[in-house]
Nanobody, 124 residues
Framework: QVQLVESGGGLVQAGGSLRLACAASGRTFSNYLMGWFRQAPGKEREFVARIRWSGGGTGYADSVKGRFTISRDNAKNTVYLQMNSLKSEDTAVYYC?????????????????WGLGTQVTVSS
């Protein structure tokens, strides 16, 4: 089992920045592919970014490319999502997730473990 706890969400003005963190515990964190997803009211959960165990192999949704950066610190069992130039359409609950390392990692169905989410609200 892997337990995931997100933090860092909040209210920010458009154009501002936030950094989300996801603390993992349980099985060896460094073995897992880690991802961030988000879900806005009335919409399906969507892929935001993912990162492989080595810190490389990052991938992003087109909607966040150039604005968001995913990173991880395996020594701290933590994955981060730096969000810059935030827009109102980024408003959502953001979820951290963990998947077995050989998966592609762009679909929610590939992930085995999920956090409870953290709310991000961007005011225009």
């Amino acid at each position: 089992q892997v337990q995931l706890v997100e933090s860092g969400g909040g209210l920010v003005q458009a154009g501002g920045s936030l950094r989300l963190a996801c603390a993992a515990s349980g099985r060896t964190f460094s073995n897992y592919l880690m991802g961030w997803f988000r879900q806005a009211p009335g919409k399906e959960r969507e892929f935001v970014a993912r990162i492989r165990w080595s810190g490389g192999g990052t991938g992003y949704a087109d909607s966040v490319k150039g604005r968001f950066t995913i990173s991880r610190d395996n020594a701290k069992n933590t994955v981060y999502l730096q969000m810059n130039s935030l827009k109102s359409e980024d408003t959502a609950v953001y979820y951290c997730a963990a998947a077995l390392p050989l998966r592609v990692g762009s679909r929610a169905s590939e992930y085995d473990y999920w956090g409870l989410g953290t709310q991000v609200t961007v005011s225009s």
